[in-house]
């Protein structure tokens, strides 16, 4: 019964594998740039896991075991909460390392804002939810018998409930690490009219600073690559306007740095007079009156939140390249891009916590009525 049981489940675990494989090919032949796709690959993480930790009850299954249902329970709830408690403990103290190593030298560089403090409150809100998986049996038998049958079964929900979310919010967590690495590293089709340029910091002296002159000569690249391949010209749109603390427009300074680099000027038109990512996106579609055969060029922690910006533009078809920044951004690029996937798809996370929760309660409920009667 017990072995019937956990081959059940496995099949229930590869058809849900299967229906997520299938919904992210959908989604990402639409566009790469998607939380869904996040909420999609972590999906297919959490059921793999599931599936590989059933998998292992199965095949180290002994048939003497004697059959008790709050015991199949225990083992079945296990297979859920397995890859928390190991990730717990294996991943997450290299993830706080890093996170408080980059945060701290981010703060030193950028200086001190909300977005810059993101990987110190995830840190503390990832070790409050894995102090929650493995001290809640603990905590709770300081209020009630967890040694009874009751007992037993109401703690092994809470424990269980805190392991499963704290396991899905790590799926999402490697999930936007996952696609947002591979939107950085990709490379757009030999078949571009236009690139748009994405501005950012402009230096006193009206030259492109650093992460800006990495945009211009990255987009450069990619224009001699196609040219080469295709023959086939590129019009560089450098987009900014002019911030309160540059000398001029961002675009101005970016088509400056162009012409010293010898690109005619035929091939460029400028837009100066954006403020945000999404204004660059929407006034350069006025500038160029099209969003066919368009790619952009950013720094590769941008990559993917550009792109998710694009489309909210009205690009349905836009690809985006990334130049090399410094490392400690990319871990803040990270967990904005894990809070932006929460907030954008907030009705399907809550809807799959309220049913992780009460599926699990039933589970747990189930076992201890039938083992009552």
């Excluded at 072995?3 to 090919?25: C, D, M």
């Excluded at 793999?48 to 083992?75: A, K, M």
């Excluded at 993101?118 to 967890?146: E, Q, R, T």
């Excluded at 006025?286 to 910006?309: E, P």
Aim: hydrophobic residues 50%; glycine residues 4%; positive net charge.
């Amino acid at each position: 019964m017990y072995l019937a049981i956990e081959i059940a489940f496995i099949v229930l675990q590869l058809v849900l594998i299967a229906i997520s494989v299938r919904a992210l090919r959908r989604s990402a032949r639409r566009t790469m740039y998607s939380y869904k796709n996040i909420s999609l690959v972590a999906s297919i993480i959490f059921f793999s896991v599931c599936f590989l930790s059933n998998l292992i009850s199965v095949l180290t299954w002994q048939p003497d075991i004697p059959f008790e249902l709050y015991h199949v329970l225990g083992f079945i709830i296990s297979s859920f909460t397995s890859f928390a408690n190991v990730n717990t403990l294996l991943v997450l103290p290299f993830f706080f390392i890093y996170a408080i190593i980059s945060n701290t030298v981010l703060l030193k560089k950028e200086g001190k804002s909300l977005p810059n403090l993101l990987g110190f409150l995830l840190c503390i809100v990832l070790l409050i939810g894995s102090s929650a998986v493995f001290f809640s049996y603990d905590v709770l038998d300081h209020f009630m018998n967890v040694h009874s049958y009751e007992g037993y079964c109401f703690s092994l929900w809470i424990e269980s409930l805190f392991a499963i979310l704290v396991s899905y919010f790590e799926c999402l967590l490697f999930a936007t690490f996952y696609v947002s690495i591979k939107a950085r590293r990709h490379i757009p089709t030999f078949d571009k009219d236009y690139m748009i340029i994405l501005g950012c910091h402009v230096r006193e002296d009206g030259k492109p600073a650093g992460l800006l002159r990495g945009r211009i000569d990255r987009a450069r690249e990619f224009a001699k690559l196609q040219k080469k391949e295709t023959k086939r010209e590129l019009v560089f749109v450098p987009s900014g306007g002019k911030g309160l603390d540059e000398p001029i427009a961002e675009a101005t300074s970016m088509k400056n740095y162009l012409l010293e680099k010898h690109v005619p000027e035929s091939l460029i038109i400028a837009e100066d007079e954006s403020k945000t990512t999404l204004e660059n996106f929407r006034f350069s579609k006025k500038k160029i009156k099209t969003t066919d055969h368009v790619a952009f060029a950013t720094s590769a922690y941008h990559v993917f939140r550009a792109g998710v910006i694009a489309a909210q533009a009205g690009f349905t078809d836009v690809e985006g390249i990334g130049s090399k920044s410094p490392w400690y951004y990319h871990n803040s690029a990270l967990i904005r891009e894990f809070i932006a996937n929460l907030n954008s798809e907030k009705w399907l996370h809550l809807k799959n916590v309220v049913a992780i929760i009460f599926s699990l309660g039933t589970i747990i409920l189930a076992g201890y009525l039938l083992d009552a009667l």
